[in-house]
């Protein structure tokens, strides 16, 4: 089992005790009594939180941090070694102990001699580094077991890099509930959560954002409900979002959800993969050379679609061919023996919304005069759908080159931006990124050129309406809303991902509920 731990660190006993009662309702399954926080720290006060903490049934760990290692206060060393040989006496269930100091002599004989006296407290030898990862990880935690055998071995590092965080996946591997390995930062999110398949003695949480004590710590509620903590277990299949960023994607939420609902022993992580091609590889080599960690696949976004593909054609992977037409893979399976294939669902997706809100089959786009505002990755996904279904479509971008060049690839048609005036589409697509989230006040083209005769589809999916969609209903303009392109997309990576058909009503609710609870004040949801 792997515990989920919540840090206690109130400056006083009476906001520790509020601390500890909402860690207890939030689920927590075990308490870290971070003694350092509180402001005059002695033995009363070290008894009476101990007291009460024990009063939850749930076991304790008694924590006085070195300031050298992220302790409050400044506490001198003398102070720090008494609180753990007091909590010791008083029957913590676990005490933590910096390696640093254990290793000095008369600070480390101090708790043995302790420990010696009572066998119901275990030690927790740990190391920190705030500001990168270990270089000698592996030789840190050969040393604490050498030193304290029955210890649990605990090391906590900055991850500057999601590909940081694969040693400590390794050490959990070796030595699974013997050990703890934590990557803090945004890119160590995931280890929190790997952490459980992997038998980590336990991970850390908090109950609210504001009350981690480190970078990254997720709240218990995101990792029970959003990442089925309870339910990980050594068979548990990994997917995720390869992305930067990936912080506010609903994928997580929307996958998991769907994930949920089938029932299924699948988790789908945010996986923030910073830099370009040559990090997008390490990251793939990384995995596909860790096939116990169960990665069966991930979604690609921006800036990676591209890399994505590369990373395929290097490795002679299977990449079906509207993903080669479109020149960027949003969507790699992981299969036997870690191969990976490679798809476009945006197409798909796209193709789908469009043609569903139309009430038309896709052969039924043949000859259908259409206009595409931008030239970026999803104007080529939808373009390659549209041409292959026969559509006459004209590209306007403003930088006119990538139209041009586009037109060229796909055998279209370009034109300058101030030509949309003109516009005799039938169908108007936005493919540029003009209207999202934050600058929803902005659309691609002015109101006037919307004529109720169009179908208007806005690839922007937050917020959910747009100002262009907004606007082209108010002309009387059927309209295509970008979260239906979205749920296409996801659909067919779910499909891809598990080898069931998705379920629609969930991931279209969630997809939806998500997106209205993101991106629309109060005042504009259902307006
Ligand atoms: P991208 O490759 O970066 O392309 C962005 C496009 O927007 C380019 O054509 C760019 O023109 C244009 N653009 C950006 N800011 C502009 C401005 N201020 N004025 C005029 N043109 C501007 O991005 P992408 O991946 O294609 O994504 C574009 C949009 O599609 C995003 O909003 C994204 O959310 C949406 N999308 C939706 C889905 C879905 O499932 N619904 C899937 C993928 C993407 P230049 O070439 O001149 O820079």
Same mark, same amino acid.
């Given at each position: 089992?792997t515990?989920?731990?919540?840090?206690?660190? #109130?400056?006083?006993?009476?906001?520790?005790?509020?601390?500890?009662?909402?860690?207890?309702?939030?689920?927590?399954?075990?308490?870290?009594?971070?003694?350092d926080?509180?402001? #005059?720290?002695?033995?009363?006060?070290?008894?009476?939180?101990?007291?009460?903490?024990?009063?939850?049934?749930?076991?304790?760990?008694?924590?006085?941090?070195?300031?050298?290692?992220?302790?409050?206060?400044?506490?001198?060393?003398?102070?720090r070694?008494?609180?753990?040989?007091?909590?010791?006496?008083?029957d913590?269930?676990?005490i933590?102990?910096?390696?640093?100091?254990?290793?000095?002599?008369?600070?480390?004989?101090?708790i043995?001699?302790?420990?010696?006296?009572?066998?119901?407290?275990?030690?927790?030898?740990?190391?920190?580094?705030f500001?990168?990862?270990?270089e000698?990880?592996?030789?840190?935690y050969?040393?604490?077991?050498?030193?304290?055998p029955?210890?649990i071995?605990?090391?906590?590092?900055?991850?500057?890099?999601?590909?940081?965080?694969f040693?400590?996946?390794d050490?959990?591997?070796?030595?699974?509930?013997?050990?703890?390995? @934590?990557?803090m930062?945004q890119?160590?999110?995931?280890?929190? @959560?790997?952490?459980?398949?992997?038998?980590?003695?336990?991970?850390?949480?908090?109950?609210?954002?504001?009350?981690? $004590?480190?970078?990254g710590?997720?709240?218990i509620e995101?990792?029970?409900?959003?990442?089925?903590?309870?339910e990980?277990?050594?068979?548990?299949e990994?997917? #995720?979002?390869?992305?930067?960023?990936?912080?506010?994607?609903?994928?997580?939420?929307?996958?998991?959800?769907c994930?949920?609902?089938?029932?299924?022993?699948?988790?789908?992580?945010?996986l923030?993969v910073?830099?370009?091609?040559?990090?997008?590889?390490?990251?793939?080599?990384?995995?596909?050379?860790r096939?116990?960690l169960?990665?069966?696949?991930?979604?690609?976004?921006?800036?990676?679609?591209?890399?994505?593909?590369?990373?395929?054609?290097?490795?002679?992977?299977?990449?079906?061919? $509207?993903?080669?037409?479109?020149?960027a893979?949003?969507?790699?399976?992981?299969?036997t023996?870690?191969?990976?294939?490679?798809?476009?669902?945006?197409?798909?997706?796209?193709?789908?919304?469009?043609?569903?809100? &139309?009430g @038309?089959?896709r052969k039924?786009?043949?000859?259908?005069?259409?206009?595409?505002?931008?030239a970026?990755?999803?104007?080529r996904?939808?373009?390659?759908?549209?041409?292959?279904?026969?559509?006459?479509v004209?590209?306007?971008?403003?930088?006119?080159?990538?139209?041009?060049?586009?037109?060229?690839?796909?055998?279209?048609h370009?034109?300058?931006l101030?030509?949309?005036?003109?516009?005799?589409?039938?169908?108007?697509?936005?493919?540029?990124?003009i209207?999202?989230f934050?600058?929803?006040?902005a659309?691609?083209?002015p109101?006037?050129?919307?004529?109720?005769?169009m179908?208007?589809?806005?690839?922007?999916?937050?917020?959910?309406?747009?100002?262009?969609?907004?606007?082209?209903?108010?002309?009387g303009?059927?309209?295509?809303?970008?979260?239906? &392109?979205?749920?296409?997309?996801?659909?067919?990576q779910?499909?891809?991902?598990?080898?069931?058909?998705c379920? &629609?009503?969930?991931?279209?609710?969630?997809? @939806?509920?998500?997106?209205k609870?993101k991106?629309?004040?109060?005042?504009?949801?259902?307006?």
């Amino acid at each position: 089992m792997t515990y989920l731990a919540v840090p206690i660190s #109130g400056k006083d006993l009476k906001s520790c005790k509020e601390q500890i009662a909402a860690a207890c309702k939030a689920g927590a399954e075990m308490l870290e009594l971070r003694t350092d926080y509180i402001e #005059g720290l002695d033995g009363d006060k070290l008894a009476e939180l101990i007291a009460s903490a024990k009063e939850t049934g749930l076991p304790i760990i008694v924590t006085c941090r070195d300031s050298a290692q992220g302790g409050q206060n400044n506490l001198n060393p003398f102070v720090r070694k008494q609180i753990l040989i007091e909590a010791v006496k008083l029957d913590a269930d676990l005490i933590d102990c910096e390696y640093a100091n254990f290793k000095k002599q008369e600070f480390g004989d101090s708790i043995k001699n302790a420990l010696a006296e009572n066998k119901k407290t275990r030690l927790i030898l740990s190391a920190h580094n705030f500001k990168g990862p270990f270089e000698n990880l592996d030789s840190i935690y050969e040393q604490m077991f050498t030193d304290f055998p029955d210890a649990i071995a605990k090391a906590a590092y900055l991850a500057k890099h999601i590909n940081d965080c694969f040693a400590a996946f390794d050490i959990l591997k070796k030595y699974g509930s013997k050990a703890i390995a @934590i990557c803090m930062g945004q890119t160590g999110v995931v280890s929190r @959560i790997i952490a459980k398949k992997l038998d980590a003695f336990l991970t850390f949480a908090s109950v609210e954002e504001d009350q981690s $004590t480190a970078q990254g710590q997720l709240t218990i509620e995101k990792m029970k409900k959003t990442y089925r903590f309870g339910e990980i277990n050594n068979k548990t299949e990994f997917f #995720g979002l390869i992305g930067d960023p990936v912080e506010h994607s609903i994928g997580p939420i929307v996958h998991n959800a769907c994930f949920a609902a089938e029932k299924l022993n699948k988790i789908y992580l945010p996986l923030l993969v910073n830099g370009g091609q040559i990090e997008f590889d390490e990251f793939l080599d990384n995995v596909t050379a860790r096939g116990w960690l169960d990665f069966r696949g991930f979604s690609v976004t921006l800036p990676h679609k591209v890399s994505a593909l590369e990373y395929a054609q290097k490795k002679g992977e299977y990449i079906e061919l $509207t993903a080669i037409q479109i020149g960027a893979v949003n969507t790699l399976v992981i299969g036997t023996n870690e191969r990976l294939t490679g798809f476009n669902t945006d197409c798909g997706g796209a193709m789908d919304a469009l043609t569903i809100a &139309m009430g @038309i089959k896709r052969k039924q786009l043949h000859n259908k005069i259409v206009a595409c505002l931008g030239a970026g990755g999803a104007a080529r996904a939808i373009i390659a759908g549209l041409v292959d279904a026969g559509a006459k479509v004209t590209i306007y971008n403003r930088t006119i080159l990538k139209a041009q060049q586009l037109a060229k690839e796909f055998e279209c048609h370009w034109a300058n931006l101030d030509e949309i005036k003109n516009i005799e589409a039938e169908i108007l697509v936005n493919c540029t990124s003009i209207g999202m989230f934050p600058k929803t006040d902005a659309s691609p083209i002015p109101k006037e050129y919307i004529k109720p005769s169009m179908v208007v589809f806005d690839t922007v999916y937050n917020p959910l309406e747009t100002l262009l969609l907004r606007q082209a209903k108010q002309a009387g303009a059927k309209v295509v809303n970008g979260s239906e &392109m979205y749920i296409g997309q996801a659909a067919e990576q779910f499909k891809l991902f598990t080898h069931k058909d998705c379920p &629609m009503d969930v991931l279209r609710k969630v997809t @939806i509920e998500t997106l209205k609870n993101k991106y629309l004040t109060p005042d504009r949801i259902g307006g």
